[in-house]
């Protein structure tokens, strides 16, 4: 009998207690699951409403911004990508610079001796070819009311519809998903 006391005797788990568990489990499981998917959902929300209150704010941002790098910072030392974007922007959308072609009046290159005469980039010509930019005529520059801030505008709106009809899709998943875990956990 004195042996006995000192061996460790194993408790059995019954069937009942390890369902026990595992339903204990799950109910926790689904109810975290369940707070994980509302909090996503709400910063979705709110996402959606600073989006859609500062989008004045943003707008006027980026016109402001596009201005400035164009005036600023095209054809500088240790900015060509700044300047290939801005080519490829001019090029890809037809436009020519941020509000109108006269933008460009006000560029450090084109005042400078490294434009060369040019009234506006090469990239602003319909047929890109060097030097084409000495002269600022409708048949040989893109003339676009609004410049390409208008064109961009247009792009980036085009593209939000998608954007936010994906993201109405995915945010009724959610719902939907929230919906489920409560029957789950009901049940």
């Known amino acids: 009998m004195h042996q006995r006391m000192g061996v460790y005797e194993e408790k059995k788990e019954t069937c009942g207690t390890i369902c026990l568990k595992y339903l204990l489990f799950t109910f926790n499981f689904l109810f975290w699951y369940f707070v994980l998917l509302l909090c996503i959902f709400l910063l979705e929300v709110l996402a959606g ?9 943003l707008n006027e941002e980026l016109k402001q911004s596009l201005r400035d790098t164009m005036i600023q910072k095209y054809q500088r030392t240790n900015q060509e990508h700044i300047t290939r974007a801005v080519d490829k922007l001019q090029q890809e959308f037809k436009c020519c610079g941020s509000n109108s072609s006269a933008d460009w009046a006000a560029s450090e290159w084109i005042r400078s001796q490294a434009g060369k005469g040019r009234l506006v980039p090469d990239s602003c010509c319909k047929t890109p070819t060097p030097m084409c930019g000495e002269r600022d005529h409708p048949s040989n520059i893109y003339k676009v009311e609004g410049g390409c801030i208008t064109k961009l505008e247009k792009f980036i709106l085009e593209h939000l519809k998608i954007i936010g009809a994906v993201g109405i899709g995915i945010a009724c998943v959610q719902v939907i998903g929230m919906i489920f875990t409560c029957c789950l956990y009901k049940a």
């Not at 409403?49 to 704010?57: D, G």
């Open 49 to 57: 409403v600073l989006a859609y209150i500062y989008y004045q704010q």
